[in-house]
């Protein structure tokens, strides 16, 4: 059974409304990154970067990598 807006959470309807929002962008723009090739080496880092996280390693601090001003 489908809820009505008066029955959904906040969250629910911001949810719904950010998939609204951005399901009309991709029709009125299209994907711009479709056609597009992913290279090897961003392909390898983005895996290794998943694997990182649901190893529970979150990267390095930002105080490490952070420059100072």
Do not use: H, I, N, Y
Not at 13 to 27: F, H, P, Q, T
Not at 37 to 49: I, T, V
């Amino acid at each position: 059974m489908e809820k009505t807006v008066a029955e959904m959470t906040t969250r629910e309807l911001r949810e719904m409304m950010e998939d609204l929002v951005e399901e009309k962008l991709v029709e009125l723009f299209g994907d711009p990154d479709q056609g597009l090739e992913l290279r090897d080496s961003l392909r390898e880092r983005l895996l290794r970067q998943r694997r990182d996280v649901e190893a529970g390693e979150r990267g390095e601090a930002l105080d490490d990598t952070a420059v100072p001003a």
